[in-house]
């Protein structure tokens, strides 16, 4: 129970806000963040998946990667920002409609995954040229120094991470932030556009980490705090911290860099093959592609399975079995579900016990725990596919 | 009847020979929701300082170590439905486990209640 020690940490920009609320800060990424208010993980769990959730995640790392010169042809310049990204990730960046978000990896060139993260192209032609880049915390100073290497001259990459990064997820959120900000509500799932709001714009993207409805808000630094109180004076929200944050995304199957995924584990490996994107497979124009279509192709040595797990929850770094007692794999990260009121976990096992309904084992301080492979996510996605209005 | 602590946040109440061990409320709040308790075995001899059993929140597990020496003689099943009882009771109805003591006077090294506050203070 020894806390770590706190010195040289960052603070976001609603710290004030947090420390009010009763958060509970600890070290994250090199943050100080609130792992819980004090209703709970499992109180604050479960108000997300009924009502709305309001996450701080301006620890992430939000960015915009603007073209230097711009041709005055939307489509064009859209296309040459692109075209200095796509050799680093497996995403079709090029094909992105205006105003379209999608989930792609940061990969090395034996095909791993030096991160995850959001690409998005600008809805607005007069704002062709740039993309907006969302990309983890504790990766994003490598990531963005790998991108404006890429870019060299022909493109500048502005952080914006001196900015509030607001998140609010569940099935009532995208009501609570429609009210406050019209038109959100017609923002299909994984695009965004920017809003007028109370004097500052804001950057609403419909998308988010829990497997709900939601969005995701980029707020200048100075508006941070008023919108977050804005938000959260409605009676359908309440703030929401790291510990169930992380409960959530697990549920929702979602890998979360440095545990489900890092520098060895290739995209297929970790079940993302939705995110090698087809005009790149047939190009086999990213970094490791040898490797990754060899995977794709079904010639791999292990899988990201999700796990339902008998007894004690089983943490990162557990042992998983065979039927027969010898070892296969490994939990990447794993806990207690406040959904399903059971332990799960992701873990990594060869393909042939990868099948839903195999039964395996977990060690669990030295004991043997049944397991049993399900399918992802353990709790099924309720994203709004299209617009509501 | 009196209830002494650990540095490590466990309590143990005596009545004669008879030790009743949990957790603090400081230590419940501190780890916040318990989802999972793994109970020591009846009959198993612990030794002051040995694991005697783990307490499982969302983010982590916690070993529990026995204040005190002897035999279980008492665990604690309803913690096996309902693990939130160490949040809601953690005095009364979360106890965790209860020990035949071997020897009473190991309890004097233990923090009393004026001691265990500033401890938490």
Known sequence: ?389 | MTTKFTEDHEYIRVDGKTGTVGITAYAQDQLGDIVFVELPSVGQKLKKGDEAAVVESVKAASEIYSPATGTVIEVNVALTGEPGLINSSPDADGWIYKLSLDNTGELDALMDDAAYAKHTA
């Open chain 1, 1 to 389: 129970m020894s806390e770590p020690a706190a010195e040289n940490l960052k603070t976001v920009v609603l710290n004030d806000e947090h420390i009010k609320l009763g958060g509970r800060m600890v070290p994250f990424s090199g943050y100080s963040l609130p792992v819980q208010y004090p209703s709970g993980i499992i109180a604050e769990h479960k108000w997300t998946r009924e009502h709305a959730g309001l996450f701080d995640v301006s620890h992430m790392g939000p960015s915009f990667l603007l073209l230097n010169e711009k041709s005055g042809d939307a489509q064009r310049d859209h296309e040459a920002v692109a075209a200095l990204v796509e050799p680093l990730i497996c995403g079709d960046i090029k094909g992105l409609k205006p105003g379209q978000i999608r989930y792609t990896l940061l990969l090395n060139e034996s095909g791993g995954a030096l991160d995850d993260l959001m690409v998005a192209r600008p809805l607005d032609p007069a704002w062709a040229g740039t993309l907006y880049v969302i990309v983890n915390a504790g990766t994003k100073e490598g990531d963005w120094s790998r991108i404006a290497t890429a870019a060299g001259n022909h493109a500048t990459l502005n952080r914006a991470d001196n900015c509030g990064l607001l998140a609010l997820q569940g099935p009532e959120a995208v009501a609570v932030v429609d009210s406050l900000i019209p038109g959100v509500a017609n923002l299909g799932f994984m695009t965004y556009r920017n809003f007028d709001w109370a004097g500052t714009h804001l950057v609403v993207s419909r998308s988010g980490y829990t497997g709900e409805d939601g969005v995701e808000i980029l707020v200048e630094p100075e508006f941070a705090a008023k919108l977050w109180n804005a938000i959260r004076s409605d009676e359908r929200v309440k703030p929401i911290g790291l510990g169930a944050r992380d409960s959530l995304r697990l549920e929702a199957g979602l890998p979360l860099y440095g545990h489900d995924l890092d520098e060895t584990v290739s995209p297929t490996e970790a079940g993302l093959n939705f995110a090698i994107s087809k005009r790149r497979r047939e190009a086999a124009d990213f970094p490791g592609a040898a490797r990754i279509l060899k995977e794709f192709g079904g010639d791999l040595g292990r899988l990201r399975v999700g796990l339902f797990v008998d007894g004690a929850p089983a943490r990162e770094g557990a042992d998983i079995l065979d039927a027969a007692g010898t070892t296969i794999g490994r939990v990447s990260s794993g806990g207690f579900s406040p959904s399903l009121n059971r332990a799960i976990a992701l873990g990594f096992v060869p393909p042939a016990s990868a099948v839903p309904g195999t039964k395996l084992q977990v060690s669990v301080r030295g004991r043997m725990q049944a397991a049993e492979v399900t399918a992802l996510p353990f709790v099924p996605h309720r994203y709004v596919r299209k617009a509501t209005a």
